[in-house]
């Protein structure tokens, strides 16, 4: 296949860089590793500042995609060799086989008939998912997928049978295209740092200690299903609930580096807190605020919400208060009074870890020690170059798309 | 009341005395929440990162919580900056002994290197003219000490030089209580003799020393180190008053040139020996986690260094000269007797400008903490 782009990841910065490529002209490759497009914002129950369903901004992009010819998305698909330089790359993709044809109407009559399951990584081990399913509640492709893990149970074989238009293929097998770019832009994004790696807090320990993706998936989950989010070791209501800002960030034994958006984050799920239970009392526990810009004004708003308790002071300690509460211990800086506060849920405000250090970029990159991407190797946008908001993402995937266009034109 | 204006003295001691990465603090009050033996009331190590960056030394030299620490470093561990809150603590601690110091002169000799040659002087010499040194000539033979160094010399100079130590290292503790007292304007629940008294046991059982979780290894260690000392000082005292007393009851029988050695199974040999073996065992616990696990055992410092070579000093000098005397060799045992004596001199006059000083200042602080009830989060 011959491009003017190859778009490697399709999460909001690598869908806009797309996009932005095809409406001045240029013929674009967008790649994705999962079956879905959206990444992390499709995960999100609702992004700040204006509290928007991802839906809303994801959609207009879909339509988009859909509509231009110039933009064609291959998902389940991971590059395994890209070179070349400026100009003339060439790529080799491994496309995953969904084990489901073009003929799905998405019916979801299998996913009805399905009993085999499988662990949800999406809703990060929360639930457990059927084996055959829609990525999401949004998906693009709006088509039904098998997740591998569970291809070759004999179980599978039944519901070949029930779909209707016949659209389940058991014997797709992962194809390779070549493909020869003028331009690579990279929009890996990011992965949420390993919370169990954090001595004190008890993630992994205790069930009431979540992290902020986690509660992102509970609320999205639970509000999906007209219901309200509850805790999960017994699915007790919240009354009392502790933010764990910087839990892992600023922090030379984990991630050194601040990762801009959790503040702004955990400041938005008191939100979803707060429409859902109007007299929870809720603590955020801070070292610094970070809301830089217009985010001030949210961060207002959250102050003067009387039953919302700010405190300057790191979480240091989460332990266990019994009933499945926990008690969190930090010093407020400003009563200079130490704190043991027992609440029924706790969420960790973890940082971002861009999907660049675990899988090296393929072609030459200048990367910091944490595994973001700077310019002068191979260009990225996104959370891939460093940690940031959707409106950063989408405003660094159009200046990216500026720079490979200087490939894309022959001297 | 006006804060103090940023003290640069102040600001540069602490860098050169472990707490270098000071400015790296921002105040997350990760220290203050994992440590086990701060009380919920105005935590520390927090507080005094904050202080110390500005330069408020007035209000650090006065405050109780700097000695209520116990080194365990847990702070250190945990801090997401690396600012070493354990070891800014130290060097504060480090600094009160310098500003605390009467006569001022001793107390910055005691705090650099270069003041080494010119404290060990005054003790070579005092010995050098106190002694016989032509007992050295003799290579093999009958060791004994008294004719070396003879006993009433040798405890009129401790005792005055004891009494005098002790009366200067008063002038710097009231200033320091009295500081104490007025910083933390609170009104004492118990008196200063109830609560000495309370402390006094606390220490003796080491209790508060279990608390820590890092260097949970340094509750053993003190004890060895802590006994093993107040053991070995007994035995020296013990020792020289079993030879008065048999020289009163028995003088013709028992001249003091005179007096046997005792067997190793006497009980004040016992107790020498015990306790030499507890301080040597104790220091090398303190030194072999200091290189094996920098971090929890906190920086080293000039302070620190001397303190426990003069400790190790001490007790393995001690020890040695015992096997010279039973090898019957007084060239080297009388040489190492002179060693030992000008550790034993400058650990215990120079204690109060020096880190031993830490059993008086320590012992204050958690004094006045007790009559304030200031004591460690319960757990």
């Known amino acids: ?411 | 009341m006006l804060p103090q204006k940023p003290d640069k003295k102040f600001k540069r001691s602490i860098a050169e005395s472990g707490g270098d990465d000071l400015n790296k603090c921002y105040q997350c009050a990760t220290c203050s929440a994992v440590c086990l033996l701060t009380p919920e009331d105005h935590p520390f190590p927090r507080k005094e990162m904050l202080l110390a960056q500005w330069g408020q030394s007035d209000k650090l030299v006065a405050d109780p919580d700097v000695w209520l620490c116990h080194q365990c470093n847990d702070c250190t561990v945990r801090c997401p900056r690396g600012a070493r809150p354990g070891d800014v603590m130290g060097a504060i601690r480090n600094y009160s002994f310098e500003h605390y110091a009467v006569p001022g002169f001793l107390g910055k000799l005691v705090s650099k290197p270069a003041g080494l040659p010119f404290l060990m002087l005054i003790p070579i010499l005092i010995f050098v003219f106190m002694a016989d040194w032509s007992q050295m000539a003799t290579f093999s033979g009958h060791v004994h000490f008294y004719d070396f160094l003879q006993n009433g010399p040798l405890e009129m100079l401790f005792m005055a030089g004891n009494f005098i130590v002790l009366l200067l290292a008063s002038f710097g503790l009231i200033r320091f209580y009295k500081g104490m007292a007025d910083s933390w304007k609170v009104k004492p629940e118990i008196g200063f003799i109830k609560a000495a008294i309370q402390t006094v046991l606390e220490i003796i059982s080491h209790k508060r020393f279990g608390t820590c979780d890092t260097s949970k290894y340094r509750q053993t260690a003190h004890f060895l180190v802590f006994y093993g000392f107040f053991g070995a000082a007994a035995t020296a005292g013990l020792a020289l008053m079993r030879m008065e007393y048999l020289h009163f009851i028995h003088p013709e029988h028992y001249a003091l040139s005179n007096i046997p050695s005792m067997m190793l199974y006497h009980p004040i040999k016992i107790l020498g020996n015990a306790s030499g073996l507890a301080m040597i065992i104790g220091i090398i616990m303190m030194a072999t986690r200091h290189s094996n696990d920098p971090e929890s055992a906190g920086v080293s410092t000039y302070a620190g260094k001397i303190f426990i070579w003069g400790i190790f000093g001490v007790a393995f000098t001690g020890m040695l000269i015992q096997f010279l005397r039973i090898g019957g060799l007084p060239t080297l045992a009388y040489a190492f007797y002179f060693i030992h004596l000008v550790f034993v001199f400058s650990l215990l006059w120079y204690a109060p400008y020096s880190q031993f000083g830490h059993m008086f200042y320590r012992t204050f602080a958690m004094i006045f903490a007790r009559s304030i009830n200031r004591m460690p989060q319960k757990q």
């Open chain 1, 1 to 411: 296949m011959k491009t003017d782009l190859l778009v490697v990841g399709g999460g909001i910065a690598g869908i806009t860089a797309a996009v932005e490529a095809a409406e001045v002209g240029k013929d674009v490759i967008l790649i994705e590793r999962e079956h879905y497009l959206g990444g992390r914002v499709v995960q999100l129950h609702r992004y700040f500042p204006k509290i928007c369903p991802p839906t809303c901004g994801l959609e207009i992009n879909f339509r988009r995609i859909r509509q231009n010819p110039k933009i064609t998305v291959l998902t389940g698909a991971e590059a395994t060799k890209i070179d070349g330089k400026s100009g003339a790359y060439t790529a080799d993709v491994n496309v995953e086989p969904r084990y489901v044809t073009e003929a799905c109407t998405n019916c979801g009559d299998c996913a009805e008939a399905c009993e085999i399951e499988v662990d949800d990584n999406y809703n990060f081990g929360l639930t457990k998912a059927k084996a055959i399913r829609l990525a999401n509640d949004n998906p693009y492709p709006n088509r039904y997928f098998i997740d591998s893990a569970a291809v070759n149970d004999p179980k599978m074989k039944a519901l070949v049978d029930i779909c209707p238009p016949k659209a389940i293929d058991l014997d797709m097998k992962a194809e390779t295209v070549s493909i020869e770019a003028k331009s690579v832009i990279y929009t890996t994004g990011w992965e949420p740092y390993d919370a169990s790696k954090l001595e004190g807090l008890n993630y992994g320990v205790l069930p009431n200690v979540v992290t902020n993706m986690m509660f992102e998936r509970m609320t999205a989950i639970a509000v999906n299903n007209e219901a309200k989010v509850v805790r999960p070791s017994d699915g007790a209501s919240v009354s009392k609930i502790a933010f764990v800002q910087c839990a892992g960030s600023r922090d030379r034994s984990h991630l050194p580096y601040c990762s801009a958006i959790c503040c702004m984050a955990s400041l938005k799920q008191t939100r979803y807190i707060r429409d859902q239970y109007p007299d929870a009392e809720i603590h955020v526990f801070f070292i610094d605020a970070r809301t830089p810009g217009r985010w001030e004004d949210f961060y207002q708003n959250v102050q003067d919400d009387t039953k919302t308790i700010i405190h300057r002071g790191k979480v240091a300690k989460v332990d266990d208060a019994g009933d499945g509460n926990v008690t969190v211990i930090a010093e407020n800086t400003l009563t200079g009074n130490l704190e043991k506060i027992t609440v029924e849920m706790a969420v960790l405000a973890t940082g971002m870890v861009p999907s660049a250090k675990t899988t090296k970029p393929l072609l030459d990159s200048k990367q910091d020690e944490f595994g973001f991407i700077w310019p002068g190797g191979v260009i990225a946008a996104g959370v891939a170059t460093g940690p940031k908001d959707v409106a950063g993402s989408n405003q660094d995937a159009t200046a990216a798309v500026a720079r490979a266009m200087q490939d894309m034109v022959e001297v």
